[in-house]
Every structure is written in C-alpha cells, then in structure tokens.
C-alpha cells in the first residue's frame, strides 16, 4: 500500500546508502529522482534502476523544484554531509510540505536544529551502538 | 553588543576589524589555522579554530545569549547549520549570513535566518530598480522590500497630471507621503491638484509598486517594472 506506482520520492545524494535506497523504493514502483553532484556516484545505482539521474547540488532549490519536490510523497537526504542533508530536508518538510522526509544525520549535535518539523533522522552513529550493544551484550549509554 | 563571526575570509577581516571600531565585543571562529594566527595577531579578540558548523567548536567559542551570529562560510548549507544551531542552541536572536545562491535569500528566511544576504540578489536589484523608469529619481526599499518608498515626477502626459489627489483610483496599500513643487514640500489632501513637474514621494508596498505606477503614468512603457 505504501509504494503505489506515481509516488515521487527524491534521494538527495548517491553514495552507498542513497543508491541502494533509490534501486529499492524504484523497485517498488516509485517514481525515483536521484541527485548527487558527482555524476560518477550513479555507478553506485544497481542495475535495475529505471529512475531519473541529476548530477547537481541538491541543497539547491532550483534543482529540488526541477526535480518535481512540489509534489514528492518522499524525500531522502542521504549525503554524508549533515549540513547538506539539513537544507534539504528542511525546504522539503517546511517549505514544500513533503509528507516524508528522511534524514541522515552523522553528528547528534545537529538534532536540535531539526526538532519538530516531522523529519525522521536516522543516525547511523546510534545504529552501530545498538548493534553493538546486541551483539555483544554489554550495555552501551544512548547517546 | 556581542557578536560572533563565524568563517569567511577578506569578509571576516573586515567586518571584524568595522564591529571592533565600534567598541562591540566580538569572538571569531574560523578553520584556517594561519588565518586564525592572523586574526589572533590583528585584533585583540578570542580567535578559536575550527569548523563552526560543528557544536564542539561552537562550544568553544562560549557564545551562549550573545546577540549576533554572522556565517560567512562559502557554502550556503553550512551556514544555514550555523545560524540554526546559534538561534536553536545558543539563543542567539539575530542570526546573519552569506548566501552564494539568490534563491537562498527567501529560502533562508523562511527556514528562520534573519537575514540571509546574496551579492548577485543585491546587483540584480539595484539593476532591476535603475533600469525601471528613467524618470524614477529613487526608489527605496524599507523592510527588505516589504515596504517601499517611490519619488517620482509628473509628466503632462500622465494621467495623475491635472487630477485632484481623491481622484486617483491607487490601488491598496498606497499613499501619497508627500508632493514636492519647486522647493515647497505639501502633505496633499484629497482636493490637492497634481501638476507637471511636481514630484510625489509614495509609500507602497513591492507588490502594488508596479500597479501603482500604471496608475501615474498611464502604463507608460518606460515605466513598467
């Protein structure tokens, strides 16, 4: 039900992580955008991706309005860059009233600034905790 | 006041140097290790190193309830990061950067930087504005824009020429500040006669500026934004 066919979603960032979200979600029959400013990461994207390509900063707005954010159902800032990934999410959520945006946040520091705007961080930084806290059994502090 | 600067280069020197004159208390933060160096010798300010979208280095720089952060970073992103996390974090109120991008102008506003500043935004203003009306002697913006005050003198081909003040249909949000004749400045009312060559000073606002104008001139092509 959550992947019907015609839903935009834009990946904002093409490195391991956007690619293999971007191959996914287009699998599911979403309409796919990917942007990144290397052209050279879309060689990361698997195969059977059948989405559009831009190569181009995302966090700028002229590429994200090209790039259809008007009417995306779903917005990834999946760069490695935690200022990127802010700029992104925030137009989407806050200016372009995106209903999903994700986010990928290195330093937890940064949470602050996004708090209550309806953006679901994933930290990849807390991720590794709690996998190490499981495999090893030993109780680590969430940070 | 208390300001703190964080990154740029030539900017940062001389905006520091301009803030220092007069007697503000400033701190800079910057990345570059001999620019610090620089900055640390040249003024008599705490200089700390580091990348000022990171919250360590902000830490460092103990700029909680100061009144003033400006970004000078050349990337747009970070310095949105910096002006957020000084408002979020450090409760900073006035929070200042520059913008490579002229979209960003608005974009950052929005997003809650009080004042996002763009060269090429600034240029492409002032080019729009010189190039709107030859007979426009001035136009000045209030407000960033949302207000606007228009000097302007009258032709005998205008309409607004002859008419009484009560007269003109303006459109909202427009009013007559003032009408200067020769040397003789009149607040008009509205049985006030408009004659050539006298010069109407208008507050509009940027929206109905260009209406408002049609309204004066006629739609005169030179005068159409």
Redesign the interface.
């Known amino acids: 039900m959550l992947f019907q066919k015609v839903k935009l979603v834009i990946v904002v960032g093409c490195g391991r992580f956007g690619a293999a979200l971007a191959g996914c979600l287009c699998e599911n029959g979403c309409d796919v955008v990917v942007i990144d400013k290397d052209p050279e990461s879309f060689d990361m994207l698997p195969e059977s991706y059948s989405g559009y390509q831009i190569a181009a900063d995302g966090?700028?707005?002229?590429i994200l309005e090209n790039a259809g954010i008007g009417r995306a159902y779903m917005v990834i800032g999946a760069t490695g860059?935690?200022?990127?990934n802010?700029?992104v999410c925030?137009?989407a959520s806050?200016?372009y009233h995106v209903p999903n945006v994700y986010m990928r946040l290195t330093?937890p520091?940064?949470e602050?600034?996004i708090?209550g705007y309806g953006i679901q961080v994933i930290y990849p930084f807390r991720l590794s905790m709690r996998e190490f806290e499981r495999l090893s059994g030993i109780e680590v502090e969430a940070v | 006041m208390k300001i703190v600067v964080a990154g740029g280069r030539a900017k940062a020197d001389f905006l520091i140097q301009s803030l220092v004159d007069k007697k503000n208390q400033v701190v800079a933060i910057n990345d570059g290790e001999m620019y610090c160096k620089y900055l640390a010798g040249k003024y008599d300010i705490p200089v700390v190193e580091g990348n000022p979208?990171?919250?360590?280095v902000l830490d460092d720089a103990d700029i909680t309830n100061f009144d003033v952060c400006v970004a000078l970073r050349p990337?747009?992103?970070?310095n949105?990061?910096i002006c957020?996390?000084a408002s979020?974090?450090y409760q900073i109120k006035k929070t200042i950067c520059t913008v490579a991008?002229p979209?960003?102008v608005e974009?950052f506003k929005?997003?809650g930087v009080t004042n996002a500043i763009s060269g090429t935004y600034m240029v492409a203003s002032v080019i729009e504005k010189a190039s709107m009306v030859d007979e426009l002697a001035k136009t000045l913006d209030l407000e960033d824009g949302s207000a606007v005050i228009t000097e302007l003198a009258v032709k005998k081909e205008y309409p607004i020429c002859d008419e009484m003040v009560m007269d003109v249909n303006f459109p909202d949000n427009v009013i007559i500040g003032c009408i200067v004749r020769g040397k003789e400045m009149t607040v008009p009312n509205g049985s006030f006669v408009v004659r050539e060559k006298d010069k109407l000073v208008l507050i509009s606002s940027l929206q109905t500026q260009k209406e408002m104008l049609k309204v004066i001139t006629g739609g005169d092509s030179h005068a159409s934004l």
Do not use: G, P, V
């Not at chain 1, 966090?59 to 002229?62: E, F, K, L, P, V």
């Not at chain 1, 860059?81 to 990127?84: E, F, H």
């Open positions: 966090a700028d707005i002229n860059y935690d200022c990127t802010n700029i925030q137009a806050r200016i330093d520091n940064m602050k600034i708090q | 979208c990171k919250k360590d990337d747009d992103a970070e949105l990061a957020q996390m979020k974090i991008n979209r960003n974009l929005e997003l």
